[in-house]
């Protein structure tokens, strides 16, 4: 390096953001996750000793230190220490970077560290192309990400590191982060006159949610915006506080963790009959950005798989919110949206519409079955073969029902609706029951087997293997 880059490096430190500028440099000054990082932890006696020998996860939260531990792993190493982002390199970086690990190795007996930033942003072929250099020791990987890595890094990867969970820092770390920033005099604001209102510092606090970065940024936009008084201070009330950071940020990623995870909270709690946790999680997620027609979808599934004809007017209060919302939009179409979560959360609850996948399972393992002569279509083959011949039209008898044969013979006394007694659904349970009994009478039926609706495991089971979508 020579002294214009030097002077660069400098002026770069010198005009960093605050955040960048406060981060940890030794696990002294490092705040927050005492539970993997703190005195006595296997993370810090590895970190500590430089015997930092196995591949190591870091899935956490934005904010949560991820990066900063990577950086003072770094400065405490005799190995050589590499940085890549996911977003930014490509396979010819990362195969640049395994020969030169390779090569150190071989020559020089140095290990290799490399730290892979969003590690969860490169596909398949990139992560298995690290897999046979983190076998042999010739790098050790430190890899970071919002999600969860047994589901977005491959199995092989993870079985050969230690996965550490990060959580959101604890209000009192996020208080002490922006309290030693006040004070440092050398990469914060101690050199200058800064005071922070209890009342600006506890709004600071509360709306980082757990994010040092965030509350960081805030707190720099605080005290860079705001002159100084007669007496030479910066001083942040409450007010530049909130202007300076008016909204919470919330983790949530579209095709993340944390769509899942909400997503599903939502419709737990409906199908729970909890409407007040019903609204704070759509809530949540109109809040972070979630498409709204996404949140309407899976309330029409719902209407369908959880409530059913326990109250069929569900699925036209769901139909009918889809298609305000779409007259409507945002924001007024939040009102029909909030109508039909809290319809379908009060509703009476029946998943007997399940029964479908047990006639789906049946057809899998039966095969296609010849339909009965007197079910079939009678306009092509009536003369020629006589289909639709014998069969009995309903709508000339009592009560609109007339009892025949309507399953293929190997199924005949085969029922997989089992209707509940619940809502609705208890009137149509014993209209099918008397339906049933004639049924059975006329076809001689002396034997019935009643399959049960499957269970939620079962049937997600199932529905995986149809290709449903965003099951919960």
Do not use: C
């Not at 770390?173 to 050199?191: M, T």
């Not at 209407?303 to 326990?310: N, R, S, T």
């Amino acid at each position: 390096m020579d002294l214009f880059d030097h002077a660069l490096a400098e002026r770069m430190q010198r005009e960093a953001p605050l955040a960048a500028r406060m981060r940890p440099r030794t696990l002294g000054e490092f705040v927050g996750q005492d539970d993997i990082i703190g005195p006595g932890k296997l993370l810090r006696r590895a970190i500590e000793s430089d015997r930092l020998f196995s591949s190591i996860l870091l899935w956490g939260p934005p904010g949560s230190g991820k990066t900063s531990l990577a950086q003072i792993i770094a400065g405490t190493t005799k190995s050589h220490f590499e940085t890549l982002s996911a977003v930014l390199a490509g396979v010819a970086e990362l195969r640049r970077v395994i020969a030169q690990a390779t090569d150190r190795r071989k020559h020089n007996g140095i290990r290799t560290i490399l730290f892979v930033d969003e590690v969860h942003r490169w596909n398949k072929a990139q992560q298995d192309a690290l897999l046979p250099h983190v076998e042999n020791g010739a790098i050790v990987l430190i890899g970071a990400t919002t999600e969860n890595p047994y589901f977005e890094v491959i199995g092989a990867l993870v079985s050969r590191s230690r996965v550490f969970q990060m959580r959101p820092l604890s209000g009192g770390d996020v208080r002490r982060l922006i309290r030693h920033a006040l004070e440092d005099p050398e990469r914060g604001y101690g050199g200058r006159k800064v005071l922070l209102d209890a009342e600006a510092e506890a709004h600071l606090v509360d709306v980082a949610g757990g994010d040092a970065r965030n509350a960081l940024n805030a707190l720099e936009l605080a005290v860079e915006s705001t002159p100084p008084g007669d007496d030479g201070a910066t001083r942040v009330t409450l007010a530049v506080a909130q202007e300076s950071i008016q909204r919470r940020a919330l983790l949530y990623d579209r095709d993340g963790d944390a769509h899942y995870d909400t997503i599903s909270a939502f419709i737990k709690s409906l199908r729970g009959s909890d409407p007040d946790a019903a609204l704070y999680w759509m809530a949540r997620m109109l809040y972070s950005g979630e498409d709204p027609r996404f949140i309407i979808r899976r309330m029409l599934i719902l209407a369908g798989e959880d409530i059913g004809l326990a109250d069929p007017n569900a699925l036209v209060v769901a139909s009918a919110a889809a298609q305000a919302f779409d007259y409507v939009g945002l924001p007024e179409g939040i009102y029909p949206m909030v109508e039909a979560a809290l319809y379908l959360a009060t509703a009476p609850k029946s998943n007997s519409a399940l029964a479908y996948f047990q006639a789906y399972e049946t057809v899998e393992k039966q095969g296609i079955t010849e339909v009965p002569d007197h079910l079939k279509d009678s306009n092509r083959d009536a003369k020629g073969l006589g289909h639709g011949e014998g069969y009995v039209y309903p709508h000339q008898h009592e009560e609109h029902h007339v009892g025949q044969q309507y399953l293929p013979d190997a199924l005949q006394g085969t029922y997989f609706y089992k209707p509940t007694g619940i809502g609705n659904e208890a009137a149509v349970a014993e209209r099918l029951a008397r339906w049933r009994r004639a049924q059975e009478k006329a076809l001689g039926v002396t034997e019935t087997t009643t399959l049960p609706t499957p269970t939620h495991e079962e049937a997600e089971s199932i529905k995986r293997k149809m290709g449903f979508r965003n099951s919960s």
